[in-house]
């Protein structure tokens, strides 16, 4: 099975920053794009950031110029560098991966556990 183990999530006054953590491990062959989504009470999950396996990232409109997303293909991580943040960030933080698993073909779609962000003075 695989796993996605998140980190870096709490309570930020606004202006201030907070770096999001995800580690994918289990049986792993590859990794294609990794992203974060979040989601909060009463809306529907967005994409905030995505990255492929070859460093192409996409960003949400909302936070392009404060959010940078990274990842290390060799420690299969993925971080959220989150800067000026507003309270309309405040939302669960959610890690994606697509894993294409040893004796398995095509990728699946996996998802951590979720992180709280919460932007609020």
């Known amino acids: 099975q695989v796993q996605l183990v998140e980190s870096g999530g709490g309570l930020v006054q606004p202006g201030g920053s907070l770096r999001l953590s995800c580690a994918a491990s289990?049986?792993?062959?590859?990794?294609?794009?990794m992203g974060w989504h979040r989601q909060a009470p009463g809306k529907q999950r967005e994409l905030v950031a995505a990255i492929t396996s070859g460093g192409s990232t996409n960003y949400a409109d909302s936070v392009k110029g404060r959010f940078t997303i990274s990842r290390d293909n060799a420690k299969n991580t993925v971080s959220l560098q989150m800067n000026s943040l507003k309270p309309e960030d405040t939302a669960g933080y959610y890690c994606h991966a697509q894993v294409v698993r040893y004796g398995r073909s095509g990728y699946t779609n996996y998802w951590g556990q979720g992180t709280q962000v919460t932007v609020s003075s």
């Open positions: 289990g049986s792993i062959l590859s990794i294609g794009a």
